[in-house]
């Protein structure tokens, strides 16, 4: 029998889980801008971020079966993931929506000038969006019942494409911003060009994680495994989160890294955004449809012939 | 305070769906929603190969998977044992349907007409009426004719009233039902059997449905595949 994908959370589940692991991971990264002491860079990275992550809620609450009741969903944190999910994004989306209105835009001034209360901000920030990562991977990952996801891998594997996704949105959305607001920055140039090299590794390390998570499940979830490697999910998990999604961007970048002192001197980062993100978008799309249930096993006597 | 329970003797069931109809009479659920089911597949491996009719339904389970994922107490334990969705407090989020191992929950976005373009019918009106739309739908051992049941005096699982409707329209008697917790039930004596079974205990799910199995000349016990036709 053909073995059937996932079919309860579908690509508006897909759709949150990436927009939440991209806009979280470009909050890390403009974070870690912002200490490093690109400024402009890290405003763009949090200008993008937090609406990302906002944006996301809006397909989690679109998956409703009642999208009206949608805050009631607080009320199970003890023991529910969801419950947890949504005290982990609103603190998120306070902390980087605080960042936003007070440092981006539009009061710009006011962490300007309070640079204690921007670096406290900036920690929590980062916690939360960190957490906002990995809890997606715990969410699914407990559920006993469906081995794929059943795996300390996948947390860890959340949080890496998150990042690599997020710095996907930030090379995405930089020269754009530049481009509308007829400006450059060569500082800006140069964080861009640290976070392809960054990029290279963590894509380099997300595929090795995608091989031991594949080869620790590939023993309990053989269903699961198959559909991706061979199954009805091959097409899109070889030639789109694999080759898309990460080969692509390789090449894109260690071209731009070999021919570019700036990054931002061509559109390789814009393209390799583009392929970071629909790779990352894919990469959720399949591990969630992968996501089937392990066989009931029916501790069923057979009747054997004796002597047979 | 009772348990209740359900023994399934799978050597007894011949695979009528006559539990599958019956629960849809009773419950009055839309297309596409089958609380009590019966899945046919095959155990073992050639030479030693059997069919087996394998009716589910919710497990009842005394540490239920859906009730701890649950992220608005929708899905609630009864003192009795019985897990049901109050419907109210359903948001309709699926985690439920995702850590149910045995598929026992089913999401109802928008209850549909059998008969398609006749529209509703005068059943199906009064009985989708009794449910919300939007929210997962799972089985309660007919906890409505339990406690109606238990107003009147009856006992489940003795009076036909009481017992839920799956058990009492099963013709081949495949289906046992009663309080756990006394020890002289029918339930609680072939629970006591050594070839009693629960449904994939490995969840650590505990259920109140126990199952009896297919065989009964037991010379090599093998544990055996169940592939589901749902994702």
Redesign the interface.
Known sequence: ?ET??????RWKIAAYLFLAGTGAGAVIVGVVGDFLGYELAAKIAMGFGVPAVALSTVFLIM?????A??L?????PG?????RG?FIISALLVSGGLMVALWVWPFGGVLEAHADLRVTLEILCLIFAVVTCTYTGIL?G?????PFWNNPLLPILFLISAISTGIGGVFFITPLVFSVLGISSPKTGEFVTRLESVDLVLLVVEAMAIYLYLAMVSDRAPEAAGLLLKGKLSGLFWGGFLGAGLAIPVVIEITSLVMHESALQSSAPLVAGVFLLAGGFLMRLLILAA??????????????R?G? | MPRWGMVIDLLKCIGCYGCQMSCKAENATPPGVTLARVEVTEIGSYPNVTRVNLPLLCMQCNEPPCERVCPTKATQIREDGIVFVEEEKCIGCKYCMIACPYGARYFVEDTHAYFGEQGLTPYEKAGYAEHGKGVVQKCDYCRHRIDAGLAQGLTPGVDREATPACVTNCMAKARYFGDLEDPNSEVSQLVARAQAFQLSPEFGTDPNTHYLPAGRLVVAAEPANVVHKKG
């Open positions: 029998m059937v994908p996932q079919a309860v959370w998956d409703l079966g009642r999208p009741k949608f009631t969903a607080m009320r199970h023991t529910s993931w969801i419950s949504v699914i407990i559920v006993i019942s469906r996501g089937i249930r392990s066989p009931l096993i029916l501790r069923t006597p057979i009747r054997v004796p047979f």
